[in-house]
């Protein structure tokens, strides 16, 4: 009896646990597995059990989903990453996001999205290293990728860019990552390498890659997934298609998506190493000068001319033969040498040079043509090679140097003067013998190469002072290869020479018109190889010339080339305009999109731009944008969709602001990428510490006009604290509180202090780990942007009445209805304006003092049922522009905000969010208001009116408030900034008689006779000189939530305020222009 009590005792205390145990588990595998695609028709139910299995037993947050898309336009690629992590545990879990991305790109932003609190980085000059003690941090005071070789390292050079963080109990961190990089034209082919090895199964992973050329597209292939030894082979691209991949296509557009469900990511692997997902293609070729396209005042010119004679080439193979070479390296050397030496053309000359801690000579003193006997000697010798001792480079390099000087200084290279001369260098390693120096390394071979013949280098493996051949490479005219550990070096090497071993010119000089364009990048250069292309960039100073004037020269094996043109600049403009539209592109929410500037489920992402760059600009900027698209969607290539989702641009004023920047100009984008490579090449190449601090200087300004993170760039972001209980740790307490759990009854509450000058957003910073690529800092207050999640807790109250009050009544809300209080006076007036849908209302504007300025831009409804209106107008959009001390703008419709200070931020509406960026602080309580808040003196209030079932007469609009007028000056004016430093007062007027109708009732009086009735005084408003006619009417403020007496002025306001309704009606959103004072003579 005893047990079996005990027993029942038991499954009592247990059954709690045992079902919220269950309800747990239950929970988790909703979150994990209700994104998983297993298709019954590609996934038999083992796999499927298999793969359940497997993620029930991750001990690390699961990746719900990766989406990487790039959108390539005109040959620069924008990508876009976006990770998603959920901790299905109770306690806090470390999620690791690290990606693979092309050494050559730059990283233009990162954030992250933790338990809620957005975390934005920053990029900053990099600080010069200070000399570390014991406590000195281990990592490396730079965001900057790190390259990471292995087993599973992708073919040519990639970086690896990671950032560790620890995720509470139960919740999702999202990274999102964008990169920008210049595909290089080789072999007749451009080639984008997405990296996809997320190292676990995914629930939902997709790789899309958009093209977008001006010139038709001539070939387009999708190569099988690549991986570790696997080369780029010449498998049948289309037969080995990678599986789920779908392609669309059309002359100039491309789209290919790689979509595999977690059961086909399964059968490939189940350690998430799928490999690199590779698109390849080329273009349409312009003969003459090439194509040269013109967009917002940037020009960038492609040439590669074609069909041209083979230059002859003087070529010496400088091969590392020591022992580290021993094995696979050797054998596939050789191999890849016996392929190029039946490539050599028959004008040719060669020799080779093989070195350890020795230095051999093939023919010495001399470079031999090309004939059967001299190929097969070289085999021989070649064949003959073993690999042993150390390695001695300088020596291996001044003797390659001086066979091809002699050859040069001979008379048989005088009769030939036009060939291409080159020295191939390839080691696997560092110097170990003789000049162990790598600045006397360097040294020594600029002075022997003397600008007379260009050095190309070859790194094979990892332990390869890849730095000493980049400067080797880059001070003589030539570039440097990196062959990873385990890649397929034999196809690698022999890939590499066939892109520099048909030199088809030399001594290219591209010249353009003097007093049309500035910083140019590189124009000279000294060899151009077939399959290969010239990418020059420039900015045009005079935009209003019609034609710009080019000259190519150049020669090649017999004679010398001159090409001229002038180029219509106008047409060309036009001509990337519309085929930027027909892709969807010339729109700030397709660029936006494109960049990763754009938001996804309340995430935040920052893009940094040119200071200045958006200087009277002007917009009409589309209030229904979709502000939840995530970081890198691909635009619509209907150009009617896109052109009827979008706003007009003023003609006048420009383009948007969003428009300008995402096409920021992919030209001019394009023209900073190449001009921060041109700088850090000029800084390689300087001889005097005055030259490389200029360089660096230079170079350091366009990567933080451009927030790319580069060698002379840091990027820091802030890193989020978990307490002991695996909660975040608590942020510094926002200036309002966030919306309810339900969010039906916070809609359009208020803040409870519109005043406060305080930083928002979290500052805790974290402590280094070895674990992240990224060095993360406590930044100085005011010094960086922070975004932080507004989060709820006991303290975050809904706000009182009480709280509501302290905000000031004057407003434009509703239809509109304007309210403005006059505290001196102690009166408060109201009035209507009746405007056009599609004008722009100037509500305050106080440009030549604060700089600040405040428009609306009215959207029309028709009435509701039994309405006397045929036409009611409301906010559609209000723009804040702040022009000192520096330009910057918040946009604000009911869905998204678009903070565009220090950094570019785009911010979703129903989310609670609080932001502050440099003088700009935004904060945001979901789907209810916006607080906007400048240098802590002026303050705004913005309240979102959205409709979850909205019938036939209601719109999503906006009502504005005034919080905090003390910054604003006594010159403020604009619709309701007139009034902030008015004092009026009422007066009586003379009472007057009208027949036949009764005072009281308006009506005739009965028998219809007339009669006269004295009126009893009418009231007035005396404001600025003028006698304003008024009548007492009662308005709800606040969303209804509060009821105001006030003097209502009628016919439009006509004399309360200065002028009449047109003078308040300006050309575009952006507009600033200072209030006509002149005209006004409505005085009584």
């Not at 990099?126 to 965001?143: C, D, S």
């Not at 002699?406 to 036009?418: C, D, I, R, T, W």
């Not at 290969?532 to 209003?544: D, F, M, P, Q, Y």
Request: proline share 5%; with cysteine.
């Amino acid at each position: 009896m005893e047990t079996l009590v005990l027993l029942s005792t038991l499954i009592l205390c247990c059954c709690p646990f045992g079902f919220a145990q269950e309800d747990e588990l239950k929970f988790e595998d909703d979150i994990i597995f209700s994104d998983l695609n297993l298709d019954l028709n590609v996934a038999p139910r083992r796999v499927r059990r298999q793969v359940k299995t497997m993620l029930t037993k991750e001990t690390k947050p699961h990746m719900t989903e990766l989406s990487v898309k790039t959108t390539i336009i005109s040959r620069y690629a924008f990508t876009a990453v976006y990770c998603k992590m959920f901790n299905r545990h109770s306690s806090a879990a470390e999620g690791t996001f690290h990606f693979q991305i092309p050494a050559a790109a730059y990283v233009s932003n990162f954030t992250m999205m933790v338990g809620g609190r957005v975390f934005p980085s920053q990029i900053k000059p990099r600080e010069k290293k200070a000399k570390q003690g014991k406590n000195a941090e281990k990592e490396p005071p730079t965001a900057k990728p790190k390259n990471t070789a292995s087993n599973n390292q992708s073919e040519g050079d990639m970086e690896t860019f990671k950032m560790a963080v620890k995720i509470p109990g139960r919740n999702f961190a999202v990274f999102m990552l964008t990169y920008e990089e210049l595909l290089q034209r080789r072999l007749g082919y451009y080639e984008h390498v997405t990296s996809v090895r997320p190292l676990q199964l995914v629930s939902r992973l997709t790789v899309e890659v958009t093209i977008v050329e001006h010139s038709p597209v001539t070939h387009l292939e999708v190569l099988p997934l690549r991986n570790g030894k696997t080369s780029s082979g010449n498998a049948d691209a289309k037969a080995a298609l990678p599986i789920s991949t779908v392609v669309q296509r059309n002359n100039s557009f491309c789209r290919v998506k790689f979509n595999p469900s977690i059961v086909q990511q399964a059968r490939l692997t189940t350690t998430g190493i799928l490999g690199d997902f590779v698109v390849r293609y080329d273009v349409e070729r312009e003969m003459g000068i090439g194509d040269i396209q013109v967009l917002d005042g940037y020009f960038v010119h492609y040439f590669a001319p074609r069909d041209l004679p083979v230059v002859p080439k003087n070529v010496v193979f400088v091969i590392d033969t020591s022992a580290s070479m021993l094995g696979t390296k050797m054998r596939q050397t050789k191999e890849a040498l016996f392929t190029i030496l039946r490539d050599l053309g028959p004008n040719d000359r060669f020799n080779f040079v093989s070195f350890s801690n020795r230095v051999r000579v093939w023919q010495p003193g001399k470079l031999v043509p090309v004939t059967p006997l001299n190929v097969r000697d070289a085999k021989k010798f070649i064949y003959m090679i073993t690999p042993t001792g150390g390695t001695d480079i300088n020596s291996a390099f001044q003797s390659g140097s001086s066979l091809l000087n002699g050859f040069l200084s001979s008379p048989e290279a005088a009769s030939n003067h036009n060939s291409v001369s080159l020295i191939i260098f390839l080691t696997d390693g560092r110097p170990t013998s003789g000049e162990l120096q790598t600045a006397s390394i360097l040294a020594n071979a600029q002075r022997a190469v003397d600008e007379r013949f260009c050095v190309f280098t070859i790194g094979m493996g990892d332990d390869v002072d890849y730095r000493l051949l980049d400067r080797m490479a880059l001070e003589n005219c030539g570039m440097m290869r990196r062959i990873p550990e385990e890649a397929d070096a034999r196809s690698l090497l022999k890939g590499f020479y066939d892109e520099i071993g048909t030199p088809l010119l030399s001594d290219i000089h591209v010249e353009y018109s003097e007093d049309q364009v500035e910083y140019v990048t590189q124009h000279l250069f000294t060899n151009y190889f077939n399959g290969s292309e010239i990418v020059i960039a420039g900015k045009l100073t005079n935009r209003s010339a019609d034609t710009l004037h080019v000259q190519v020269t150049a020669s090649n094996s017999d004679r010398s080339i001159v090409m001229e043109k002038d180029v219509p600049l106008r047409q060309r403009e036009l001509e990337t305009e519309r085929r930027m539209k027909a892709a969807g592109l010339l729109t700030g929410a397709g660029l936006d999109a494109v960049r990763g500037i754009a938001t996804s489920t309340g995430t935040v992402t920052t893009t940094s731009r040119p200071s200045g760059a958006d200087s009277n600009r002007g917009t009409q900027t589309d209030a229904n944008a979709n502000a939840n698209a995530k970081p890198g969607a691909n635009a619509k290539p209907d150009a009617k969709a896109d052109a009827n989702a979008n706003g007009k641009s003023d003609g006048k004023a420009g383009t948007s602001a969003s428009e300008s920047e995402g096409s920021a100009g992919y030209i001019e984008r394009l023209w900073g990428f190449m001009s921060v490579k041109d700088g850090l090449r000029s800084r390689m190449r300087s001889h005097t510490s005055r030259e490389r601090d200029e360089h660096t200087r230079q170079a350091t300004g366009l990567s933080l006009a451009y927030n790319f993170l580069t060698p002379l760039t840091d990027m820091t972001v802030e890193k989020p604290q978990v307490l002991a209980d695996g909660t975040l740790a608590t942020e510094a307490t926002p200036t309002q509180p966030p919306a309810t759990a339900n969010g039906a009854g916070a809609a359009n509450e208020l803040p409870e202090e519109v005043e406060e000058e305080e930083e928002v957003g979290g500052a805790s910073a974290s402590s280094s780990s070895s674990s992240q690529s990224l060095t993360r800092k406590k930044e100085q207050p005011g010094k960086s942007s922070k975004v932080s999640k507004a989060t709820g807790s006991a303290a975050a109250k809904r706000p009182s009445k009480k709280s509501v009050t302290k905000i000031s009544k004057t407003s434009a809300d509703g239809d509109p209805h304007f309210v403005v209080e006059f505290p001196l006076s102690k009166l408060t007036v109201c009035f209507n304006i009746n405007g056009e849908p599609g004008h722009v209302l100037r509500l305050v504007t106080d440009h030549a003092q604060s700089g600040v300025t405040v428009n609306g831009k009215l959207i029309g409804a028709p009435p509701p049922p039994g309405s006397h209106k045929q036409l009611r107008t409301y906010f559609s959009t209000i723009t804040i522009v702040a022009d000192k001390p520096r330009r910057s703008y918040i946009e604000v419709t009911p869905k998204k905000v678009i903070l565009d200070g220090r950094d570019r931020m785009v911010l979703p509406c129903d989310k609670s969010v609080s932001v502050k960026s440099g003088d700009l602080a935004v904060v945001i309580v979901a789907s209810a208001n916006v607080t906007v808040t400048i240098r802590g003196t002026i303050g705004f209030v913005i309240l979102l009116h959205r409709y979850k079932n909205p019938a036939p007469y209601q719109r999503d609009h906006l009502g504005f408030y005034i919080g905090n007028s003390k910054g604003l000056s006594k010159d403020t004016h604009g619709l309701l900034g007139q009034f902030l430093n008015e004092e009026v007062g009422l007066v009586e007027l003379s009472a007057n008689a009208t027949k036949g109708t009764n005072v009281a009732t308006g009506q005739p009086t009965a028998g219809g006779a007339t009669q006269s009735t004295p009126l009893p005084p009418r009231t007035a408003l005396k404001v600025k000189g003028r006698t304003v006619p008024v009548v007492k009417k009662s308005r709800r403020i606040y969303s209804g939530r509060q009821t105001v007496d006030c003097w209502f002025a009628r016919n439009n306001a006509a004399k309360l305020i200065d002028g009449d309704y047109g003078n308040y009606v300006v050309s575009h959103m952006f507009d600033t222009g200072s209030w006509p004072h002149a005209f006004i003579s409505n005085t009584d």
